[in-house]
């Protein structure tokens, strides 16, 4: 069973900075893409960005583009999430997860059973 840990997270001001890590155990398959989503109060989780099993495609909600980079480590089974220029409106749990391929992960699909997430906020 794979089981997905994420951490990183805090509490930061308005165009601050968080880097998210996320750690896969259970032999995960390597051949997988990696994403990140997140959960607002009251709000359904939705995509944040997702990357390829070998790291040469990523992809972005719309909201995030050009302040997060995800990345990976394929030796470490990890996941990274640089997050900038933070805003109040990026408070979330984020979570991460996998799927075959990053389309599927932006279309809010995922393969593991979730983890508790990291929270992330950011004040004004």
Do not use: H
């Amino acid at each position: 069973q794979v089981q997905l840990v994420e951490s990183g997270g805090g509490s930061v001001q308005a165009g601050g900075s968080l880097r998210l890590s996320c750690a896969a155990s259970g032999r995960p398959p390597t051949l997988y893409a990696m994403g990140w989503f997140r959960q607002a109060p009251g709000k359904e989780r939705d995509f944040v960005a997702a990357i390829s099993w070998n790291g040469a495609d990523t992809y972005y909600a719309d909201s995030v583009k050009g302040r997060f980079t995800i990345s990976r480590d394929k030796v470490k089974n990890t996941a990274y999430l640089q997050m900038n220029s933070l805003k109040p409106e990026d408070t979330a749990v984020y979570y991460c997860n996998a799927d075959r391929t990053v389309q599927a992960l932006g279309l809010n699909r995922a393969l593991y059973p979730w983890g508790q997430g990291t929270q992330g906020t950011v004040s004004s």
